[in-house]
């Protein structure tokens, strides 16, 4: 089964300072890849998906850009950081196997990014 | 567009006390996932229902997808701390590549 690596776990940035989020999959090959956003207690948001390298989708526009530099490999970036960018950042992709195959999600741990 | 709500929002239960939260849409979807997600880390898949009026049991909870497919429900019997968690359902339709998620019930289970 595919596994999600996030890192970093947590990320302390001033405002206006650039971010990079690296989202790598491994035990699958080509799979759709999702930037999620949450806020405390709350669902979630999709921020951008995308079905290949470098093909990206945006869902809500806003400062956050997303790039698939190679096939399991997902990065969330900004140039100037708001406060209103703070939040859980998750990355996921759909299940590879099984008898549900592509319709559940497998996410990552997660970045908790705080913008001061 | 928020295409799943769930309901309630937030719920504080006691110990061996019962409870049902609700998933509903105005859309069809192919397929219903309900997630739970602990503070700080990713939500974990708990079930996956994919025919109308299916009901599919996880030890003390039951899940059900309403016959049209557009919404679904997750009830737990004698909530125990360790339920407390954050539950989503997501779905996905026949069309495009996305899933779409609930708004989320944050569960507290007092002992």
């Known amino acids: 089964s595919q596994t999600i690596h996030q890192w970093p776990a947590t990320l302390v940035q001033p405002v206006g300072s650039p971010l990079s989020l690296e989202c790598t999959v491994e035990?699958?090959?080509?799979?759709?890849l999702y930037w999620y956003r949450q806020a405390a207690g709350r669902g979630l948001q999709l921020l951008f998906y995308?079905?290949?390298?470098?093909?990206i989708s945006s869902e809500v526009p806003q400062n956050l850009s997303a790039s698939r530099p190679q096939d399991r490999q997902f990065i969330l970036s900004s140039k100037k950081l708001l406060l209103s960018d703070s939040g859980f950042y998750l990355c996921?992709?759909?299940?590879?196997?099984?008898?549900?195959?592509?319709?559940?999600?497998?996410f990552g741990q997660g970045t908790r990014l705080t913008v001061v | 567009t928020q295409l799943l709500e769930q309901s309630p929002q937030f719920l504080s239960i006691q110990e061996g006390e019962n409870l049902t939260v609700y998933c509903n849409s105005s859309?069809?979807?192919?397929?219903l996932q309900w997630y739970r997600q602990e503070p700080g880390e990713g939500p974990v898949l708990l079930v996956t229902?994919?025919?109308?009026?299916e009901v599919k049991k996880l030890k003390r909870l039951t899940f059900q997808f309403g016959d049209a497919r557009k919404d679904s429900s997750l009830h737990i019997t004698a909530a125990q701390p360790g339920d407390t968690g954050l539950y989503l359902c997501a779905g996905r339709t026949n069309t495009g590549n996305q899933f779409y998620f609930g708004t989320g019930t944050s569960l507290t289970v007092i002992p």
């Open positions: 859309s069809v979807f192919s397929s």
């Open positions: 995308s079905v290949g390298i470098g093909q």
């Open positions: 996921a992709c759909p299940s590879s196997e099984g008898p549900h195959y592509g319709a559940e999600a497998f």
């Open positions: 229902v994919v025919t109308g009026g």
């Open positions: 035990g699958t090959s080509n799979p759709n």
